[in-house]
């Protein structure tokens, strides 16, 4: 059995990660770390210890504490770490940058301290899931490699560059085996409804207008989360130590063409549902330094670790648009105090 330390597990990646590796991969013992931020839910890994009794735990460990973090390391003789764990939105990074650079930038470095200290031998690894947006913005033509500038433009992308280039730095100075994927905007059930596709199935639920940023046509390359989740699994057993893959679906929709679309699903799922109207689309202030383009060239990742995306755009988006709507209660729990304390700073004067 190899033990596996997945961080970031109870957030949108992370939890859908844990689900399916616990299902794919038999031989794994999986000990899920999430520090509950409010983007943390206990609820996305429901059912996990009553299906998976030995093979799964759960800590509550906040990454920005070395402590804590190497206790775990001491007690467990990992395998391998997994690590999800971040701040993820690029409006919140604007809003308040210091909580990114906290656990993006310190809390990977005390994970990779851990593995550098506590690891048994240069078999375990360190698989860092990194994102499209460090290499910046894209004009109308071409594609991110892996040896595109790394060029961020957001607090939030700069935190994830700095945190992937102290992985690099871990296995140029101590040979530590590590990986890094950068993956593009993910869908999915289980995403924290701030992001754009949650976001806009729960406003037009809720009658709200649909704030678009600009003029809606920037362009960003969407992959499900379970094809991303597959190409993680790749990456942690294929992929070479110290090498960069790049994951993604080919898969480029401007913003608004995306919102159209989603309205047009949620009129055609929701037409028998009493007082739904035909959400309506307002454009709002642009977000400061939005990159126009994200387009991943995965050409790498499908050579060298025969991965492939399986789930088509068409057939995600039906498939998120109707969890949101069958599970209303789990983003209704969501959207608490703080929750709407955000929307109010993020929206309301735009
Ligand atoms: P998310 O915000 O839904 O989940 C992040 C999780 O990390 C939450 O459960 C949160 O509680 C936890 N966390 C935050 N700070 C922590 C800390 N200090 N200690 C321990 N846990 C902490 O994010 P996500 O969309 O699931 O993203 C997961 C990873 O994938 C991130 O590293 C992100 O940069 C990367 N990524 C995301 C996307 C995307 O489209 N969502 C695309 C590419 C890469
Ligand atoms: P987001 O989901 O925040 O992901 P990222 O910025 O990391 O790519 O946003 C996706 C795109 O949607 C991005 O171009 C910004 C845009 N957007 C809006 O137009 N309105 C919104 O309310 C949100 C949240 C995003």
């Known amino acids: 059995m190899k033990n596996i330390l997945v961080t970031g597990a109870a957030g949108f990646i992370g939890s859908n990660f844990v ?3 616990l299902k794919l991969k038999s031989d794994w013992r999986i000990v899920a770390l999430d520090a509950l931020t409010y983007a943390g839910n206990l609820e996305n890994l429901k059912g996990l210890k009553e299906s998976y009794k030995e093979r799964y735990a759960f800590v509550k460990i906040d990454i920005r504490d070395k402590n804590g973090v190497f206790n775990l390391f001491k007690q ?6 997994i690590h999800f764990a971040a701040e993820s939105h690029v409006d919140r990074s604007i809003l308040g940058p210091l909580q990114f650079v906290e656990t993006n930038v310190l809390g990977t470095v005390n994970l990779l301290e851990g593995a550098r200290k506590f690891f048994k031998n240069e078999e375990c690894r360190f698989l860092h899931i990194s994102t499209d947006e460090v290499y910046g913005a894209l004009g109308d033509k071409g594609a991110f490699t892996e040896e595109t500038k790394i060029d961020p433009s957001s607090p939030y992308s700069a935190s994830k560059a700095a945190s992937d280039l102290f992985v690099l730095s871990y296995f140029k100075t101590y040979r530590l085996n590590c990986v890094i994927t950068r ?3 993910n869908y999915g059930p289980y995403q924290f409804p701030e992001k754009l596709i949650p976001f806009m199935i729960k406003r037009a639920i809720d009658g709200e207008p649909l704030p678009v940023y600009g003029d809606g046509r920037n362009v960003r390359d969407w992959i499900f989360v379970d094809d991303h989740n597959d190409g993680t699994i790749l990456a942690f057993e294929k992929g070479n130590k110290g090498e960069i893959y790049n994951l993604g679906a080919r898969c480029e929709k401007r913003n608004i063409d995306l919102v159209k679309l989603l309205i047009e699903k949620l009129k055609v799922f929701l037409k028998d549902r009493k007082g739904f109207k035909e959400p309506e689309i307002a454009f709002v202030k642009d977000r400061p330094g939005h990159d126009f383009r994200y387009a991943m060239d995965p050409s790498k990742a499908e050579r060298e670790l025969g991965f492939k ?5 068409e057939e995600g988006i039906d498939l998120t648009v109707k969890w949101y709507i069958e ?7 969501i959207i608490s105090g ?3 304390e955000y929307i109010e700073k993020q929206y309301a004067k735009r």
């Open 19 to 21: 689900r399916r590796a």
């Open 309 to 313: 995306p399986k789930v088509s755009f």
């Open 183 to 185: 993956c593009c905007n």
């Open 327 to 333: 599970n209303e209660g789990w983003w209704r729990r």
């Open 338 to 340: 703080e929750y709407l």
């Open 76 to 81: 467990e003789d990992f395998d391998g770490v």
